[in-house]
């Protein structure tokens, strides 16, 4: 499977080439001679097309049903379904996640289909009592308009799945721009929403970079929230970008998340947990483990058997079906995470596996980087505050669980936090005092479902969650309704007050 693709961008139910005939690629990164896809290299004056269609289509969109809109998303349900197979190829080819991860990412927006198809009967609000008599009231959602979706490659079904779906069943029309890296992944689940039978412009595709295409969006007075999942720096930019412009915005950025092991742990758990948390989708996860916090009593046991499960660790492409770890993204990447091995190592950690990029003559053509365990982080170190998103675990030792807990908070992120122990009144305490929107006791940081909330605390967010019942609120606005059926006037505060 080597041909490349052409990708074309969709407004108004139809795929179009963008204005300028400026393209862009995505590459397959275990192989970077390998052009998975051309997409067009849009601009403003494509973004204003699909603006004023996914306008248009939000004028009647709104106003079908919400269980007749969920019959929509029930149908793209279906689809991906049907699809899960061709679009999980795909993803590995052009995103690098092994197999068996790319069919995890969309069984994800499978899930994410059903729940908020089901949503489409609830969309629940409150009825309540008045102080007034003959009175009635009630809170209602609406929808807020037009969304512009800006997602990330690293899940590139799942993400945009778990934004437009609630926001399509909530009644809102949408502009999807995704990531450069993964614009072919994009393409099919777009095809797979224009076969489900949505009506034209409630669904518009804008390929291109962050540059042109993601500032226009912001900058568009048209476009009413913006829901953004990538960097912090990004995020910062799009929220104040964003704030000017006064829309609506839910932001969903970096993390710097740790596992904490204590000396009473399970340890064979929590290190299938470690090995899965830092280094699954080569530790490209906004909820990867990047800082394993270690009692002092088991880290010299515990960091060998890692050590040692670590080097066991098959590094690979994706289509291989014995690859564990695959490639990062793209040479950029590749070259962030080289970059930090160069910070770390002048931080005085040291490298107790891994650091380098593999020597195998068949790993040559694509973004590889070995496994790697940093030994010696202090919590002051850069590598352990910043967020690298690659294979990269550094180790932390402490004496006690509140050193652990103060550890772990001590971090400008907080998405996912976890910790291995068999105490549980340290649990419920970890539960208590871990400043972070998702915890995990006895389980690694990845592994949210999407019928809970996710997000997360301090610079990760902006208050927002996403899945679950919370993505509702990000995508609907409250409207509260009084009725007064007394057919005179009534003062509220007065009349029922002598
Ligand atoms: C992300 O990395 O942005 O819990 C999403 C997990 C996945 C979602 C990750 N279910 O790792």
Known sequence: MTETLTCLNYINGEWKPARSPATLESRNPANWNEVVATLPRSDAADVEIAVNAAHQAYRTWRLVPAPARAEFIYRIGELLGQKKEELAQLMSREMGKPLTESRGDVQEAIDCAFYYAGEGRRLFGQTTTSEL?????????????????????????????????????????????????????????VQIFHEAGLPAGVVNLIHGSGQEVGRALLEHPGIDLVSFTGSSETGAEVASTCGRTHKRVCLEMGGKNAQVVMEDADLELALEGALWG???????????????????????????????????????AAIDPQTQIG???????????????????SEGAKV?????????????????????????????????????????????????????IAVLNDTPYGLSSSIYTRDVNLAFQAMR??????????????????HLPFGGVKQTGNGHREAGSTALDIFTEWKTVYVDFSGQLQRAQIDNRS
């Not at 505050?385 to 932390?396: D, K, N, Q, T």
């Open 327 to 345: 490639p990062l993204v793209n040479p950029a990447q590749l070259k962030r995470v080289i970059d930090y091995l160069e910070v770390a190592r």
């Open 278 to 316: 830092a280094f699954g989708t080569t530790g490209q996860r906004c909820t990867a483990t990047s800082r394993l916090i270690l009692h002092r009593d088991i880290k010299a046991e515990f960091t060998a058997k890692l050590v040692e499960r670590t080097r066991q660790l098959r590094l690979g």
């Open 352 to 404: 107790l596996i891994g650091g380098e990029v593999p020597k195998d003559e068949t790993l040559q053509h694509g973004s590889f980087f070995l496994p790697t365990i940093l030994d010696g982080v202090t919590p002051q170190m850069r590598v352990a505050r910043e967020e690298i998103f690659g294979p990269v675990l550094s180790l932390i030792e402490v004496n006690s669980f509140q050193e652990a």
């Open 433 to 450: 005092d871990i400043e972070a929107g998702i915890t995990y006791i006895n389980g690694p940081t990845i592994g949210a479902e999407v």
């Open 133 to 189: 008599s003959n009175k009635f009231a009630m809170t209602v959602r609406m929808p807020i308009g037009v969304c512009a979706l800006i997602t990330p490659w690293n899940f590139p079904v799942a993400i945009p799945c778990w934004k437009a779906l609630p926001a399509l069943v909530c009644g809102n029309t949408i502009i999807f721009k995704p990531a450069k890296d993964t614009s072919a992944c994009a393409n099919l689940l």
